[in-house]
């Protein structure tokens, strides 16, 4: 596994904002995220949300993201439009669902798929929430302390 970029958000644009306009937080590219057990990423709009967090760490896969660019025709977002944490490739995450697994010696556990929204069509281009259910993403617990950095 390769881990293609690592983002990070001060806000939410879309969770809680059922109902209303979604927020203007960007996504934040860094070049290294500070996992924090139990707590998420230092800096990052889910870092200590609330006890047991099933999203303290989100993963997208680049080869999903690169699928969707050509199948919708868009070329001019990055996977960025997703605001999943860190886009990796090289696997399929749906095998870390329910899963122990490492990343530069931080521990993750595999939770469940990131269940696309339909605030994804808005985000990234029509259709997307279609194309993207069973392969949204992986939504993890942080296990133990470590830094990620891309590779």
Not at 107 to 125: H, K, L, S, V
């Amino acid at each position: 596994m390769r881990i293609e970029h690592i983002y990070i958000s001060t806000g939410h644009n879309f969770f809680g904002h059922h109902g209303q306009p979604p927020g203007k937080h960007p996504m934040i590219e860094i070049k290294q995220a500070q996992c924090v057990a139990e707590k998420g990423i230092m800096g990052d709009r889910f870092f200590d949300y609330k006890k047991d967090y099933k999203g303290q760490i989100t993963f997208f896969s680049q080869e999903i993201y690169e699928d969707l660019c050509r199948l919708l025709h868009v070329f001019d977002k990055s996977p960025a439009a997703f605001r999943r944490n860190i886009v990796v490739s090289g696997i399929d995450l749906n095998t870390l669902i329910g899963q122990r697994f490492v990343i530069q010696d931080t521990e993750f556990e595999g939770i469940e798929e990131c269940r696309p929204c339909a605030w994804m069509d808005r985000a990234f281009a029509l259709g997307t929430e279609n194309l993207l259910k069973g392969r949204g993403g992986l939504r993890a617990r942080i296990l133990t302390d470590g830094t990620l950095q891309r590779t």
